[in-house]
């Protein structure tokens, strides 16, 4: 089975980026879709955004440009590119990777989540 590592969370101030990693340890794209999601505390686990085999990408509403997924198929890596980020950006973020977005929660294969704190 495929293994999930996220990296590249932590702390930064409103306006500023960071890059998660999600790195798996076999071909990435074994997989149908790679997503991240994220869940704040007291809150539901969201999909901040998502990349098919083929390349295509969709994003939650609340992205509104700030945030770019993308994949490196040599290197079995897809990648959250961050920018202005926000305090309420602040959450676990989840890498995952399945058969499709709808039954991911349920069959897709999951990362340990990194930590992204936005504060000044």
């Known amino acids: 089975q495929v293994q999930l590592v996220e990296s590249g969370g932590g702390m930064v101030q409103p306006g500023g980026s960071l890059r998660l990693s999600c790195a798996a340890s076999g071909r990435i794209f074994s997989f149908n879709v790679v997503g991240w999601y994220r869940q704040a505390p007291g809150k539901e686990r969201e999909l901040v955004a998502a990349?098919?085999?083929?390349?295509?990408?969709i994003y939650g509403n609340f992205v509104k440009g700030r945030f770019t997924i993308a994949s490196d198929n040599a290197k079995n890596t897809v990648y959250l590119q961050m920018a202005s980020l926000k305090p309420e950006d602040t959450a676990v973020y989840y890498c995952?990777?399945?058969?499709?977005?709808?039954?991911?929660?349920?069959?897709?294969?999951w990362g340990q989540g990194t930590q992204v704190t936005v504060s000044s």
């Open positions: 990349i098919g085999s083929g390349g295509a990408t």
């Open positions: 995952a990777a399945g058969p499709s977005i709808m039954t991911m929660g349920a069959s897709g294969s």
